[in-house]
């Protein structure tokens, strides 16, 4: 329900209250199964490369390809500003469980999310109408202020044609440790990104 709009020289992320949304459908269920498969191929390439104008919604595309009268191809195409591996994967099993229910004649039987992103969003805007990041910062410039300071070529900003190439930091983790982060991100069902955002806030917050 969420597109970015422009007012006054400035872009606003807008949620909408409701979007319709159309499902996509082509039948090749007649055709000998080669070329359907032939077929549906090129309509997932097809759709792989089409992009998403953030400006117009909804930021997804769905699209059902009939292959058989047993065998569906699902597309889902949708912008990455809107979606993370966490919300993927909730989106596919609410839509296994959705898909079952419904071949097994039984009412929809989906939980709604204990949280929502907006949720996140509020507990963040809270966060800062306390003052605690200027409070934050001022201890870690407090603390900090001894040690030495690293110069990197990404700490101003530049033109493009200024950044040289391939200016990266690298920690590499051992086999034991990344499989241990593995481990723990698959069991709370949550991404590499977000496990390494909370590991950053726990550390900063001590």
Not at 155 to 160: D, L, S, V
């Amino acid at each position: 329900k969420t597109h970015v709009t422009y007012i006054d020289g400035e872009y606003f992320e807008q949620v909408n209250k409701h979007i319709r949304v159309e499902l996509g459908f082509i039948d090749y269920s007649k055709k000998k199964r080669k070329t359907a498969e032939r077929l549906a191929l090129q309509v997932f390439e097809k759709e792989n490369v089409r992009l998403i104008d953030m400006k117009d919604l909804p930021l997804f595309r769905f699209q059902l390809v009939k292959l058989t009268s047993s065998r569906h191809l699902f597309i889902l195409n949708i912008h990455h500003g809107v979606s993370d591996e966490v919300s993927i994967n909730l989106f596919n099993r609410q839509l296994a469980q959705a898909y079952n229910d419904l071949c097994n004649k039984r009412k929809i039987s989906l939980k709604r999310p204990k949280f929502q992103f907006n949720d996140i969003e509020q507990s963040r805007e809270l966060w800062l109408a306390d003052k605690n990041e200027t409070i934050s910062t001022q201890y870690w410039e407090k603390k900090l202020q001894p040690l030495k300071s690293i110069e990197y070529p990404f700490q101003k900003a530049q033109f493009p044609r200024e950044v040289p190439y391939n200016v990266f930091d690298h920690y590499r983790l051992d086999e034991v440790m990344a499989e241990r982060i593995h481990a723990f991100t698959k069991e709370h069902d949550i991404s590499l990104f977000v496990f390494l955002s909370a590991l950053t806030r726990i550390l900063v917050a001590r």
